[in-house]
């Protein structure tokens, strides 16, 4: 079965740092997009950003110079590095894997930012 778990997620103060993980069982990860996507409490869930199977990433305007994604294709795991943490970025994060084969999801890591 596929699966996408997600951990690192937790409560940081504005300013912070947190890197969450995500690693695909199930999946010829080598030929997947993967992405996070976040959802705040009432809001739609929005891309964070995508990294493609060679490398290349994009990212959604709010996160550009804060946030970095990277993939370890020997590992088989994508990380989030997020930096200077702000309140507005408290949501659920997501982790997905996405390709002509299939289209999955994680169930989600909160991310807290608070003082």
């Known amino acids: 079965q596929v699966q996408l778990v997600e951990s690192g997620g937790g409560l940081v103060q504005p300013g912070g740092s947190l890197r969450l993980s995500c690693a695909p069982t199930?999946?010829?990860?080598?030929?997947?997009?993967l992405g996070w996507f976040r959802q705040a409490t009432g809001k739609e869930r929005e891309l964070v950003g995508r990294?493609?199977?060679?490398?290349?990433?994009n990212y959604a305007d709010p996160v550009k110079g804060r946030f970095t994604i990277t993939r370890d294709n020997a590992k088989k795991t994508v990380y989030l590095q997020m930096n200077n943490l702000q309140p507005e970025d408290t949501a659920v994060y997501y982790c997905?894997?996405?390709?002509?084969?299939?289209?999955?999801w994680g169930q989600g890591t909160q991310v807290t930012v608070s003082s």
């Open positions: 990294i493609m199977p060679r490398g290349i990433v």
């Open positions: 199930g999946i010829n990860f080598g030929i997947y997009t």
């Open positions: 997905n894997a996405n390709s002509l084969e299939g289209n999955y």
